[in-house]
């Protein structure tokens, strides 16, 4: 069995483009750029079950918001709710090209370490296929736990509003 035959397993959805995108990170490009990460930012790492990865995505993007909100709430005169908007979306924007261009990395390098762990695991002992099986099972994707994050920003997201609706009717 070889090992590409490992990650490919692990891989689950897709594995031809992270196979390419391993080949890249062993010749030494270590960023490339994932759409798909960037636009679903911490339901992505869900969705590929990084989950350590997935919540501190979800986490500062928690904090941007929050601290963009102060920033703005804090300027005197205040700001137009355009400038407001305006600033939230760049920050964001910002943020997610940031994710886009460390994802791939941040897969990869876990790939290696989960099939590293299996294969020493098994040492000497040729790999087979309880060893795709289960890391067949470490890897590919979730689509329920992708969810998680979802209900978390929700909750996040009606506290925020609360909060920012009380302090508007209140100064």
Known sequence: MEKTDLFNAYYGEDPDYYSDK??????GHKFSFNFWAGFFGCFWFFYRKMYVAGT???????????????????????????????FQVINFFIFLLIISFLANTVYIKKSILVVKKVLLEHKPEEPDSKD??????????????SIIPLAILFVFAIGVSAYLFAYHIYI
């Open 22 to 27: 391993m080949t890249e990170y062993e010749d």
């Open 56 to 86: 501190i995505v979800m986490f500062f993007t928690a904090i941007e918001t929050i601290l963009s909100y102060y920033y703005i709430l804090s300027i005197d005169p205040p700001v137009s709710s355009l400038y407001f908007h305006f």
């Open 132 to 145: 795709l099986a289960l890391l067949s099972m470490k890897g590919g994707v979730s689509v329920a736990a």
